[in-house]
């Protein structure tokens, strides 16, 4: 009688390799989803914290008969009112001074020019219900003062590059909010603000004086500075006026803002 030996059945493989397969695609699958996670939340951090998103958008605007009023909307009028708080005096110490011909009609073309950029400003900015500043900043002072004492060749190389710099920094600030502005007050005021910003840097480079290799590394060295004044105000503030600052008797500065009434 034969004996019957018991036949054994296959053994299983082992569940540790399909454990370990398994584990290796989770941790690959991990690895994916948090990479990008870590691509997309900086694009949205950073639209958050610059101030580029939407939500940010409507929170620093006003409503007003014109349009929205935006924080950069408010920005260029205070910057628009600095400008001319300093260059308009300067023009007029030019003119007074006129050591050439060149100089000369570039100070004519600051005072004419500011005196009709200065009063729509402070008229814009009533209708708008903003209060400006009625005195330059302590940059600007700065730059008056080192006018007054210059003289000769010297007087006309800081008069034409000082002036040729802030206009050229201001001329690129008008250029943005004049495509971006949701305001009807606004934009017609960048519009003049860009004709007259323009007629000056062609004058003041007309002298003759102007280093434009020292204006691009300046620029360089510099791409963040004001372009002629403080950082922008917050939200729904106005910006507290600098030392009052008298450049010279004979030049006095533009007529003082008057108070604005709070639009509704």
Do not use: C
Not at 97 to 117: C, S
Not at 125 to 132: H, K, N
Not at 133 to 159: C, D, H, I
Not at 206 to 230: K, L, W
């Amino acid at each position: 009688m034969r004996t019957l030996t018991p036949t054994r059945s296959p053994a299983r493989p082992s569940a540790a390799p399909r454990s370990s397969v398994l584990s290796g695609t989770g941790l690959i699958v991990v690895a994916l989803v948090a990479t990008l996670a870590a691509l997309l939340f900086p694009l949205w951090s950073y639209a958050d914290r610059s101030g580029t998103g939407q939500a940010n958008l409507r929170a620093g605007s006003v409503p007003t008969q014109w349009g929205p009023l935006s924080a950069s909307d408010r920005d260029f009028l205070v910057r628009v009112r600095l400008a001319g708080l300093w260059e308009l005096p300067a023009g007029q110490q030019a003119v007074g001074r006129a050591p050439t011909k060149a100089v000369k009609v570039a100070g004519e073309h600051l005072v004419e020019g500011h005196t009709v950029l200065d009063a729509r400003v402070r008229e814009v900015a009533a209708q708008l219900g903003l209060e400006l500043p009625n005195q330059p900043n302590v940059q600007q002072q700065g730059w008056l003062r080192e006018l007054t004492a210059a003289r000769g060749s010297e007087y006309e190389r800081k008069f034409a590059n000082l002036l040729r710099v802030a206009h050229g920094k201001v001329f690129a600030l008008v250029a943005d909010v004049r495509a971006n502005t949701r305001n009807a007050l606004v934009r017609s005021l960048a519009d003049l603000t860009n004709a007259t910003v323009l007629d000056h840097i062609q004058v003041l480079e007309a002298t003759g004086q102007v280093d434009f290799d020292a204006i691009a590394e300046g620029r360089a060295a510099t791409a963040t500075a004001s372009p002629s004044g403080p950082p922008p105000p917050a939200a729904g503030r106005t910006p507290r006026p600098a030392t009052p600052v008298t450049p010279s008797p004979t030049f006095p500065l533009p007529p003082a803002a008057s108070r604005a009434n709070p639009t509704g």
